[in-house]
C-alpha cells in the first residue's frame, strides 16, 4: 500500500514535472517566435551597414573553410556509401547522380547549418551575451539604439545572405568529392561522372537546398542573439548563453529541414 | 526635474525597492547613499526605464514612465561598471551619441569633442585611440564619465563616479561634476559610497535603506544629522565607537 501510493506521487510528480516542462518549452518556443518577429519589424532604417558588412566577413567568409572542408569529405563518403548500396542493385551508374541530390538537397545545407551554428551562433551568444551582463546593452539603450536593430538584425540578415552562399560552395566541393572517390576509386570516367552529376541535377534540388539553407541562417543567427540578450549573472551566465544557443540553432536546423523537405517535396 | 513616486521592484522572492519616493528640482543636485546591495543601482535603472519597475511612477524631463530611448537626448548616465563599447576605441565611445542620428557630427569634429571632454577627466589624448580594455578600472570609469557629459544633456547620473580612483582624481572628478551642476545648469543624480563626493557634489541627500528612502534632506543637514543610521554611515561609524 504504502510502497503503490509513493509510486503514484512519484508518477504524479513526474507528470507534474513534464507538463510544467512542456508548458515552459511552449513559453520558451513563443518568447523565441516573439523575438524572431521583432527582429522582423526591426529590418527598417536605420540600416548598420557597416555592421552588416563586417558580420557578412565574420559569418559568411569566415566560415567558409569549416563549411567546404565538411563537404568535401562528406561528399566522399557519401559516394562511397552509395556506390555500396547500388551495387546491391547493379546500378552503380546512379552514383554520381544521387550523391549529388543528396548532397545539395539535404547534406550540403543542414551539415553547413550544423557547422555554422557550432561556429556562429556560439560566438554571437557570447559576443552579445557579455555586452549584456557587462552592462553595455544598457548603454546603447541610453543611446537611444535599439539592441535588436543595431545587433540582431545585421547578424540575422548577414547570416540569411551568406548561409545560401556557403551551402553553394559546399555542394560544389561535395560533389567534387563524390567525384574524387568516383574516379580514383571505384573506376567511374571522369567526363562521365560529372555528365552523369549535370544531367539528373534539377534546378528545384539546388534552389530548395539553398532555401534551406538561407532558413537556417536566419535561425542560427536569432539563436544566437535570442540567447546572448538574455544573458545573465556574469562569466557562467555567458557560457550558459552560448551552450543554449548552440543547442537551440542545432535543434532547430534540424526540425526546420524536416518540415522544409516536407513542405519542397511531399507529394 | 527627475521624479520617482512610490517605486517597488523584487527579482523573483527578493524585493529590493518597497515605495522609493524622491524628486530632484531642475538644477539641482541629489546624492544618494546607501549600504552595499540596498538597491542603488537598481533605483537608477528603474528611473531610466532600463529595468521595468513593478509597481511607481516616474518623471523625468516632463516623460511619464520613460523608455531609454525617449530619454538619450535628455540624459547623460554614468553606469558602476563603466560599460564602455569594447569594441570601439575610447575617443568613439566618448563621440558615440555625437556620431549617430540625425544631427551627427564629421568625424574630425567628434573626435575634437571627445579629446577635450577626455582632458575633463584627466585623460590625455594619447588614450583616445586605445580600446576600453587596454584601461585601467578608474581611466575606464572616467571615460565612461566623459561619455556622459558628452554633447551636455541636461540631466545626468552618475552611478559611483569616484569608486576606484585615487584621492587626487577622485576630488577633481568631484569637481567636475560639481561644476557641470552650477555651471551648465544640469541636474544631477549621483550614487556614491565616498563621503567627500558627498561633501562636494551634494545640494540634497537621500539615503537607501531597506527598500525605502530612510532619511532625505540638504547636504548640511545630513553632515550633522543625529540620525544615529545615517550619522554611522557619515562618519564611517568612527564616533559610534562600533568596530
Ligand atoms: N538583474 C538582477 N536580477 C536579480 N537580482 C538583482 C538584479 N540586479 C540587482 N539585483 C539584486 O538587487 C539588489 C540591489 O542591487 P544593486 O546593484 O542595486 O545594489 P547597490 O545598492 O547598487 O549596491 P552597490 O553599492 O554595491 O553598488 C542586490 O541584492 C542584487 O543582488
Ligand atoms: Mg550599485
Redesign the pocket.
Known amino acids: 500500500m504504502m510502497a503503490r501510493t509513493t509510486a503514484l506521487a512519484r508518477a504524479t510528480a513526474l507528470a507534474g514535472a513534464t507538463g510544467r516542462g512542456t508548458a515552459g518549452f511552449l513559453g520558451f518556443l513563443g518568447r523565441f517566435a516573439g523575438f524572431a518577429g521583432q527582429v522582423c519589424l526591426s529590418i527598417r532604417p536605420p540600416f548598420q551597414w557597416r555592421e552588416l558588412g563586417t558580420q557578412l566577413v565574420v559569418i559568411g567568409w569566415m566560415s567558409l573553410p569549416v563549411v567546404a572542408l565538411t563537404a568535401l569529405f562528406t561528399g566522399a563518403a557519401l559516394a562511397l556509401q552509395i556506390h555500396a548500396g547500388s551495387a546491391r542493385f547493379n546500378a552503380e551508374f546512379a552514383v554520381p547522380s544521387i550523391t549529388a541530390i543528396g548532397m545539395v538537397r539535404e547534406l550540403g545545407p543542414v551539415l553547413g547549418g550544423l557547422m555554422v551554428a557550432a561556429r556562429v551562433a556560439s560566438s554571437i551568444a557570447a559576443e552579445i551575451g557579455t555586452m549584456k551582463v557587462s552592462e553595455q546593452i544598457d548603454a546603447l539603450r541610453m543611446q537611444a539604439l535599439d539592441p535588436v536593430q543595431f545587433l540582431a538584425v545585421p547578424r540575422v540578415l548577414a547570416a540569411l545572405l551568406a548561409m545560401p552562399v556557403l551551402v553553394a560552395a559546399g555542394n560544389a566541393l561535395g560533389i567534387m568529392g563524390g567525384y574524387g572517390v568516383g574516379v580514383a576509386r571505384l573506376g567511374f570516367d571522369g567526363p562521365t561522372y560529372l555528365r552523369n552529376t549535370l544531367e539528373y541535377l534539377e534546378f528545384w534540388d539546388v534552389a530548395s537546398g539553398l532555401i534551406k539553407g538561407a532558413v537556417f541562417g536566419a535561425l542560427v543567427a536569432l539563436a544566437g542573439t535570442f540567447h546572448g540578450l538574455r544573458a545573465?549573472g556574469g562569466a557562467q551566465g555567458v557560457g550558459a548563453a552560448t551552450k543554449s544557443a548552440v543547442v537551440m540553432a542545432s535543434v532547430m536546423i534540424l526540425a526546420a529541414n524536416y518540415l522544409l523537405t516536407e513542405l519542397f517535396f511531399s507529394a | 526635474m527627475i521624479s520617482a513616486q512610490d517605486l517597488h521592484k523584487s527579482?523573483g522572492a527578493?524585493t529590493?525597492l518597497r515605495g522609493v519616493s524622491l524628486t530632484v528640482a531642475p538644477g539641482e543636485s541629489l546624492v544618494v547613499i546607501?549600504g552595499?546591495?540596498?538597491?542603488?543601482?537598481?533605483?537608477l535603472k528603474c528611473l531610466l526605464g532600463l529595468e521595468p519597475p513593478d509597481r511607481g511612477q516616474v518623471d523625468i524631463a516632463g516623460l511619464k514612465q520613460p523608455r531609454p530611448h525617449e530619454l538619450a537626448a535628455h540624459v547623460g548616465m554614468l553606469f558602476?561598471g563603466a560599460a564602455l563599447f569594447d569594441s570601439l576605441p575610447v575617443w568613439q565611445n566618448v563621440a558615440f551619441r555625437l556620431l549617430r542620428g540625425r544631427h551627427r557630427m564629421p568625424r574630425g569634429a567628434a573626435r575634437e569633442l571627445a579629446v577635450e571632454k577626455l582632458a575633463r577627466v584627466g585623460l590625455g589624448p594619447e588614450v583616445a585611440d586605445l580600446f576600453p580594455a587596454e584601461l585601467s578600472g578608474g581611466m575606464q570609469k572616467r571615460v565612461g564619465l566623459a561619455r556622459a557629459i558628452v554633447g551636455n544633456p541636461p540631466i545626468l547620473f552618475f552611478d559611483?563616479p569616484t569608486a576606484g580612483l585615487d584621492p587626487v582624481m577622485a576630488g577633481r572628478i568631484n569637481r567636475l561634476i560639481r561644476s557641470v551642476v552650477s555651471e551648465a545648469g544640469a541636474t544631477a543624480m549621483t550614487?556614491t559610497?565616498d563621503m567627500r563626493t558627498l561633501s562636494d557634489v551634494a545640494d540634497k541627500v537621500a539615503m537607501l535603506r531597506d527598500g525605502r528612502i530612510h532619511w532625505q534632506g540638504s547636504r548640511d543637514e545630513a553632515l550633522t544629522s543625529r540620525d544615529p543610521i545615517l550619522h554611522e554611515f557619515v562618519t564611517g561609524g568612527a564616533e559610534t565607537g562600533e568596530t
Do not use: A, D, M, N
Not at chain 2, 552595499?36 to 533605483?43: F, I
Open positions: 545573465r | 527579482f527578493k529590493v546607501g552595499s546591495g540596498t538597491g542603488k543601482s537598481v533605483l558602476q559611483e550614487i559610497h
